[in-house]
C-alpha cells in the first residue's frame, strides 16, 4: 500500500451565497485574495504534500475557471475540470469525477477554505491506521458539529445525529482523506451529501477516522468579514502580493492596513483606503475614502463609504 497521495478533488460548485455582491458573477473559489483565486492556496497547500493532480468540479460561473487557467495545468500539475449543471453536493460530486480519480487515494479538499494546516501527519495517520475515510479535524476554533472518540481515533458522530446527549467538540476542516473503495458507498447520478454516507459508515463500523490538526490556520470564508479578515492575516504575517505592479495608483494616495490593490486598477488622488480590497480594473474615483471595502471587478466608486461592497 503506497503511503502516498498523487491526486486531489478541490470542491469549486459552491454557490457562494453568504458572499452575496463577491460571487454574483465569480464563484467562490476564484474570490481573489491577496490578488491570486481563493483556490490557488488549496492547490499549492495540496502540490507542496506530493498532489499531482487536481480535479476540480464547477457550476456557478462555471465559465469563469477557463480564462483563469488556460493551460489546463496548475504549474506542474494535470488540472481537471468537471461541470455539474445540477449541483451534485459532496458525495454526488466524488461520483460524478470517479473516471478522473481511477483507483488511487485522494484527498478532497473545500475549495472556499484557506489553510496551511500540515497534510503530511494527516496522511501518514490514515494509512497508519487503515482508515477508508479520514477527516481532519481541529479543536481550537468552531461550529463544532464532529464527536471523535481520541480513544481509538474514530468518529462517532456528525451534528449530533446518533449522539443527541453528546456536544460536539471538533470542527470539520473540509478537507479529508479518502481511500478509493469509498466512491462505491456513492449511489452514481444522484444528488447527495457525504454526510449520510459518514453516518452509515459509523453505524456499521466502517473505519471512519479523524485526526486534529490545531498547528496553522484554518478560515472558512464564508462571509464579508471572514475575507476581509483573511487579509489582515496574511499582511500581519508579511505573506501575499498586495499591491499588483500594473496597478494605477496616484503618488498621493493613502493605502492602510490590509488594502490590496489588484491589475488594472485605478486609485486616484486623494484617496484613501484603510483594509479595503480593490478587484481588477476597478476604479477609485479621486478624492474617495472608504474603510472596510471590497471594490469588484470593474466596478467604479467615489465618495465616502465603511462597510460596503461594490
Known amino acids: 500500500m503506497t503511503d502516498s497521495i498523487r491526486q486531489a478533488f478541490v470542491l469549486g460548485a459552491g454557490l457562494g451565497t453568504r458572499l452575496k455582491a463577491l460571487t454574483a458573477r465569480l464563484p467562490k473559489p476564484l474570490v481573489p485574495v491577496a490578488n491570486r483565486p481563493l483556490i490557488t492556496?488549496?492547490?499549492?497547500?495540496?502540490?507542496?504534500?506530493?498532489?499531482e493532480k487536481l480535479v476540480v468540479n464547477t457550476h456557478h460561473c462555471a465559465e469563469q475557471y477557463l480564462p483563469a487557467f488556460p493551460q489546463g495545468k496548475y504549474r506542474d500539475a494535470a488540472l481537471h475540470f468537471r461541470h455539474e449543471p445540477v449541483l451534485l453536493e459532496t458525495a454526488g460530486g466524488i461520483a460524478n469525477v470517479a473516471d478522473l480519480?481511477?483507483?488511487?487515494?485522494?484527498?478532497?479538499?473545500?475549495?472556499?477554505?484557506?489553510?496551511?494546516?500540515?497534510?503530511?501527519?494527516?496522511?501518514?495517520?490514515?494509512?497508519?491506521?487503515?482508515?477508508?475515510?479520514?477527516?481532519?479535524?481541529?479543536?481550537?476554533?468552531?461550529?463544532?458539529?464532529?464527536?471523535?472518540?481520541?480513544?481509538t481515533g474514530r468518529i462517532r458522530d456528525l451534528g449530533s445525529r446518533l449522539h443527541p446527549d453528546v456536544t460536539p467538540g471538533h470542527l470539520f476542516t473540509g478537507v479529508y482523506i479518502?481511500?478509493?473503495?469509498?466512491?462505491?458507498?456513492?449511489?452514481?447520478?444522484?444528488?447527495?451529501?457525504?454526510?449520510?454516507?459518514?453516518?452509515?459508515?459509523?453505524?456499521?463500523?466502517?473505519?471512519?477516522?479523524?485526526?486534529v490538526l490545531d498547528r496553522g490556520c484554518w478560515y472558512d470564508l464564508g462571509t464579508r468579514g471572514q475575507y476581509l479578515h483573511v487579509h489582515r492575516e496574511l499582511h500581519r504575517l508579511g505573506r501575499g502580493d498586495f499591491m499588483a505592479p500594473d496597478a494605477s495608483v496616484a503618488?498621493?494616495?493613502?493605502?492602510?492596513?490590509?488594502?490590496?490593490?489588484?491589475?488594472?486598477?485605478q486609485v486616484g488622488s486623494g484617496v484613501v483606503l484603510q483594509d479595503c480590497v480593490v478587484w481588477e480594473n476597478a476604479v477609485v474615483a479621486p478624492g474617495a475614502q472608504l474603510t472596510n471595502c471590497i471594490v469588484t471587478a470593474g466596478a467604479r466608486v467615489s465618495g465616502t463609504h465603511t462597510d460596503a461592497d461594490f
Open 101 to 151: 480519480l481511477g483507483d488511487e487515494p485522494f484527498i478532497v479538499y473545500n475549495g472556499d477554505v484557506f489553510t496551511d494546516l500540515p497534510l503530511a501527519p494527516a496522511i501518514e495517520h490514515h494509512f497508519r491506521e487503515g482508515n477508508e475515510v479520514t477527516l481532519v479535524l481541529r479543536s481550537d476554533t468552531g461550529p463544532r458539529q464532529i464527536t471523535l472518540d481520541e480513544t
Open 41 to 51: 492556496y488549496a492547490f499549492d497547500h495540496l502540490l507542496a504534500a506530493g498532489v
Open 251 to 265: 503618488p498621493e494616495v493613502r493605502l492602510l492596513g490590509a488594502t490590496a490593490v489588484a491589475a488594472g486598477a
Open 178 to 211: 479518502v481511500q478509493p473503495e469509498f466512491i462505491r458507498r456513492i449511489p452514481p447520478g444522484q444528488k447527495l451529501s457525504v454526510v449520510p454516507i459518514f453516518v452509515e459508515m459509523i453505524k456499521t463500523g466502517a473505519r471512519l477516522g479523524g485526526l
